[in-house]
């Protein structure tokens, strides 16, 4: 069982960043696909970014490309996700998740594991 912890969530003003960690225990980070995911009110969850377990790929969307970035440490067993030229509509609360799945996957229906989330707020 992989348990999932988000920090770095906070206020920030418009243009600003802020960097997100996930600390992962109870699995071997390197094993898993892992994503940030972000869900406004009424509205859907959604990928912001994923990352490979061995080879450090990351895929972004449109939304976020060349803005957000991904990166993880399995020595510390940790995943970053850097956000830089925040938006309002970057607004929301961002979720860890991890799978199994072989390949690359956006879909939040293929992350099993999934952290409590973590509340990001960018004022205007």
């Known amino acids: 069982q992989v348990q999932l912890v988000e920090s770095g969530g906070g206020l920030v003003q418009a243009g600003g960043s802020l960097k997100l960690s996930c600390t992962t225990s109870?699995?071997?980070?390197?094993?898993?696909?892992m994503g940030w995911f972000r869900q406004a009110p009424g509205k859907e969850r959604e990928s912001v970014a994923t990352?490979?377990?061995?080879?450090?790929?990351?895929s972004y969307p449109d939304s976020v490309k060349g803005r957000f970035t991904i990166s993880r440490d399995n020595a510390k067993n940790t995943v970053y996700l850097q956000m830089n030229s925040l938006k309002p509509e970057d607004t929301a609360v961002y979720y860890c998740?991890?799978?199994?799945?072989?390949?690359?996957?956006?879909?939040?229906?293929?992350?099993?594991?999934w952290g409590q989330g973590t509340q990001v707020t960018v004022s205007s």
């Open positions: 109870g699995g071997t980070l390197g094993r898993y696909l």
């Open positions: 998740a991890a799978s199994t799945y072989l390949g690359t996957t956006s879909d939040p229906n293929q992350y099993r594991y």
């Open positions: 990352i490979g377990g061995i080879g450090g790929w990351s």
